[in-house]
């Protein structure tokens, strides 16, 4: 580098001087001077052009040649371009790569921007969606995939989830949708076909609705003849009466499970409520407690409170009232005489929730997540004592997803368990609207 200064110095001097001497013998110094000057800044410019064609013309081996300081200009200059162009070659064989392996994945696959146009698909987002590579690159996915389901996800603008719909070619194929936000404002959908899965889970949903509904009626006349021996006069129910009782209770706690899985089906398959009926928390909420009341052991008691006053909802009331039953009868049943149950509602900027928190035994930890399960139980033979069927929560879980709100559970092993129902503000009536809502009926 020091170098090439020197020279470059030499070089200009090696022009000025002798147009100086010259200049001096002709008696004419500043004008040779100035040609001098000229000459070099001339040099110069013409290097300036030559770097700027050479760059320009992005062949990088045809780097000028040039002695002194340009040398070292275009040496640094041809590295930083093949520099650059060995790393544009990179990125266009990472992309290449990154390519195939979105054309190589079975899911669709399609990059969406901020206002969900498409940006880019894979071929499978063509054969499941219905999608064009070409035609329908910038479009938004909203004008192209009509589901409602798909839309109110979309306009939920929540994609913590998924939602399953029917594939636009054909509806026979079922596709699990999800959207994933990456970067700023940029999405990935990516779609499933779950068609086999879905298939699966209705055969398993016919099969135990089916086997609910055949059980129902012979667990009746089974249920009546045992009650009808149980009160004959004949002497018979005397001699046979542990087992009259046992054969009742065996086969009310069967009706139960029958009728728990068939509301479970109904509710599987029933479509999300809409709006529903006007429900007043406090008149269901009494009613409930006075009957867990009633099942109540004899010699024991349970403190329990309600505070819902002015709390309405909106949603189906049969079911609500089967949700809410659960919850109260369990906070019962797993809380030992004398300890204290508190049934309250509150509005917050989630919604309004419902709270049913007990002094009672607690769940540990682990079982947390799994308590909604069909048949979860932390104790089957403690839960089976106190007459549970292991479909509560359960269908709790359900009837709320029905009412667009979610179970929350907290407990404590040994302390007490807290049941939240959390309604969003759009199931909320408030006491003001209870009367316009219903003259509109
Ligand atoms: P079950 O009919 O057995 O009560 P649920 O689905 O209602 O079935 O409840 C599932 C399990 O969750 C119960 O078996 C019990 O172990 C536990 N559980 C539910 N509610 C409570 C509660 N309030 N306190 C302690 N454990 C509870």
Known sequence: MKKSWISEIQRTLAVLIPSVLIGILVERPYELAALGLAVVVGYHLYQVARLLRWIGSGDIRSRPRAGGIWSVVYARVGNLLKNNEDRRLKLTAMLAQFQRTAEAIPDAVVALGPLYEIRWLNEAAGTLLGLRPHQDTGQPIQNLLRSPEFQSYLNSAVFDGKVE???PRDDQIRLSVRIVPYGEDQYLLMAQDVTERHLLERVRKDFVANVSHELRTPLTVIGGFVENMRHDESGFAEKWQRALNLMGQQ??????????????TSLESAPRQKAGEIVVLSEVLEEIVEEAKAILPDGENREI???????????????????FTNLVTNAVKYTPSGGSIDVRWIVSERGGILEVTDTGEGIAKEHLPRLTERFYRVDAGRSREKGGTGLGLAIAKHVLQQHNAHLEIESVLGEGSCFR?????EQLVSEADVPRIADAR
């Open 251 to 264: 086969s009310g706690r069967m009706q139960g499970i029958v009728e728990d899985l068939l509301l479970l």
């Open 421 to 425: 129902c959390v309604f969003p503000p």
């Open 165 to 167: 719909i029917k594939a």
């Open 305 to 323: 409170s309600i505070d819902v006053a002015a709390a309405n909802l909106l949603g189906n009331p049969l079911q609500l009232r089967s949700a």
